[in-house]
């Protein structure tokens, strides 16, 4: 089966085959670690994740790399103001190696909480400086760039395919950029090595060509996408603030040096609105994976919310939807529980999900196909294969649940007790009846040979 998915580049549906057979490489975009993630950045991590699992599911082999920004992503997107490390550093009192290594561990922590595959490669900018100040030299032989008082540019009006991707209006820019483009020779010309201030020493800085200073934030993921995966390679993703700036910019540099677009999909998340607010980790109005669990909230309950929202919209957060999530995936966890064994998968089921995930990753849609083969009235032997292997997309972990251990009252166990006599004597009529006082007293009881299991309603 076809798969089709939406590349920003084309700003269209193509259909996806790989570049070299069988194996897809894909490059995400990783975090800035000076603070905790927050639950918007997580959503971009699982729709990556989704793509991931999908492709696995349609028998490619993946090959995933993430970087970690750890140096260079200054407070503006403009290449201004101070590096977000240092600025963490200072408010955290680690130094900037410590901080990047702390928050480095509890983003990958987060990650595995929600069950997201781990990529095969992480890489950190800091171990790649040498591969990128190469390639900021192969860029200053080809004429691309030029020096200013606090660092080495890209000139971005020479390249012509720039801004491509955001469709950016070159020339509607022209119009009064000088001003804000300061000392740049351009609106859209951006940092590719900035210069350690003179009178102070930077915690993390290196020699170079040029001087001591640090590398610019887009730089790091055009060496190390080059290293990894190679000039060409199949899937480039990130959020959708990434188009305008870090990926065009990551596009310009491997345009100039390698003559390549850098990769042939281009993907990417939509934000994650709390209080219709967008979110950014240094507006201080973030919530992590903690904060929901001290709320009562499974990392896994989040993973289901973020599922109902296809990748390209936005999503509203707010903890009525976190609930409801809540609450249907309890009730898929104890109703796929109690149907028992797996027996066959039930091809029509399967063959829609797979042609709903096919279509650009909806998902959404792909829940509600489940959601009536749940309320159908398939085997349940059936319904439990074919929900298991849809979960090796959902990674909602459903063959692993238990019900928890219920706090039920005396007054449940004794009419339990009851009833299996009952059962045990073969007295069906009042095995029933029991179970409906159960029931009426909320609870639900699942029978497995002399076995029974008392659920919540
Ligand atoms: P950062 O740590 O800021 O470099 O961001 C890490 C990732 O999270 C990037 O791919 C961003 O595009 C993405 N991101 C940032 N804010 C949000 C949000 N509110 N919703 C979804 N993704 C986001
Ligand atoms: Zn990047």
Redesign the pocket.
Known sequence: MELRLFDTYERKLRVFSPLDERKVKIY?????VYDH??I??L???LFEDLLKRTLIWNGYDVEHVINI?DVG?LVSDGDEGEDKMEIGSKKSGMNAWELADFYTKTFKQDLERLNILSPDIWCKATDHIPEQIAFIEDLEKKDFTYRLEDGIYFDSRKLKSYGYLARLDIEGLKEGARVEAGDRRFLTDFALWKFSPEHSTRQMEWDSPWGKGFPGWHIECSAMSAKFLGDFFDIHC?????IPVHHTNEIAQTEASRGTRLANFWMH?????LDEA????SSGTFLTLDALEDKGFDPLVYRYFCLGGHYRTQISFTQDGLQAAQTSLNRLYELAFGWGEPGKIHGPTLDSIRSDLNDDLAMPKALATIWRMVKSNLEPSAKKATLLEFDKVLGLNIDQWRPQKLDVPDKVRDLVKRRTQARRAKHWAEADAIRQEISALGYNIKDEGDETTILPQ
């Not at 990130?238 to 990434?242: A, I, T």
């Not at 998340?269 to 609105?273: E, H, N, P, T, V």
């Open positions: 995400a975009c990783g975090p800035t993630a927050h918007g950045n959503r971009t991590y920004t992503h990130g959020g959708e603030d990434h998340g939509y934000f994650l609105r967008k979110m950014s980790k």
